[in-house]
């Protein structure tokens, strides 16, 4: 088993306190994605078990692309959609993918200021959208993909193990 930041929760902070209640979002979001690719294999990630479905690695690749757009205009100021990454398609690319919404998070709670000043593109230059498409944008998009994993998986016969979202618990070990 791979230790991760987001292997547990632990009690939620006041979610009206600044940027809280987001970066309690991406930690639950955070929270899902590490326990729905717990014991991936190869195989699983490259398999595509649905005709015309991306396959996990697909999926994977997606993320990462999702969740570092938010990370580099909370970062930058600003960010451009740059497609899906080639590379984080493996079994332990969820690591890389909360590395990153690690990162954004501390951004989020060291520098509230960060998310006003915000602004994604998209398509063009000319598509300019404000913070506020972050949450609707790549991060809910990021909560659908975590969802198509854990479904994946079971269409595999191969599911997740049972963590406890609502409670932020692991799965138990017996």
Request: with cysteine; charged share 20%.
């Amino acid at each position: 088993m791979t230790a991760t930041p987001f292997d547990q929760l632990s009690s939620p902070a006041d979610p009206t306190d600044g940027n809280e209640g987001l970066a309690r979002l991406l930690e639950g979001l955070g929270f899902r994605l590490r326990w729905a690719c717990e014991g991936l294999s190869e195989a699983d990630c490259a398999a595509e078990p649905v005709d015309g479905a991306w396959s996990i690695g697909e999926q994977l690749a997606h993320l990462t692309a999702l969740v570092r757009w938010g990370r580099r205009a909370l970062e930058d100021g600003s960010a451009g959609w740059s497609g899906n990454v080639e590379d984080n398609r493996h079994p332990l690319a969820y690591v890389e993918i909360l590395e990153d919404l690690s990162a954004t998070i501390e951004l989020l709670r060291s520098t509230p200021k960060a998310l006003s000043a915000a602004e994604l593109t998209a398509g063009s230059p000319d598509h300019v959208f404000s913070a506020g498409y972050l949450v609707n944008g790549p991060w809910a998009d990021a909560l659908h993909h975590v969802g198509q994993i854990t479904l994946l998986r079971k269409i595999l016969g191969r599911p997740a193990p049972a963590a406890q979202p609502f409670l932020g618990q692991p799965p138990s070990a017996g």
